[in-house]
Structures are given as C-alpha cells and as structure tokens.
C-alpha cells in the first residue's frame, strides 16, 4: 500500500509529501491478444447469427401466396 506521508530529508532540509493512492482490486488487464480474441468472436458470432437467419427464412422462398390481392366487388344495383 502506497498511501502515506513520505519525508524527504537532504542536509538540512526536510520535505513531505502526501499521497494518496487507490489501487484497483478487481480490475482486469487487457492487451492485445485479449481485445483481438474478443473482436474475432464478436465477428464470427454476427457471421453464425446472418447465416442462421439467412436458413431459416431461405426455405419460404419457392412457395408462392394463395391470396390474392383481388378483392371481389359485392353487387349493388344502387351504387352503379
């Protein structure tokens, strides 16, 4: 633990200095095959995701709508 009151005495002089000093105790240390890991999974995650969609929505593709977008007019004498 670094905090404290450090005294510095030269010939006939005596200087203090205060520090304060907080250290992190949960702390994690990034470097850099720690952040490139990440983004490679990040990208093969997004990759697995796209594919995965793309599958599951492909397989409607051949099939065409019944419905039509016709509408059948109901006969009425009084509007004509």
């Known amino acids: 633990d ?17 520090v304060h000093y907080r250290m992190c105790q949960n702390c994690i240390e990034v470097d850099a095959p720690t952040i490139s890991g990440i983004v490679i999974a990040d990208v093969l995650a997004t990759l697995f995701l796209a594919v995965a969609v793309y599958c599951i929505t492909g397989h409607d593709r051949g099939h065409t709508s019944r419905a039509s977008d016709r509408q059948n007019l109901i006969a009425n004498e009084l509007y004509q």
């Open 2 to 18: 670094p905090r404290g009151l450090y005294v510095c005495e030269t010939g006939g002089q005596r200087n203090s200095l205060q």
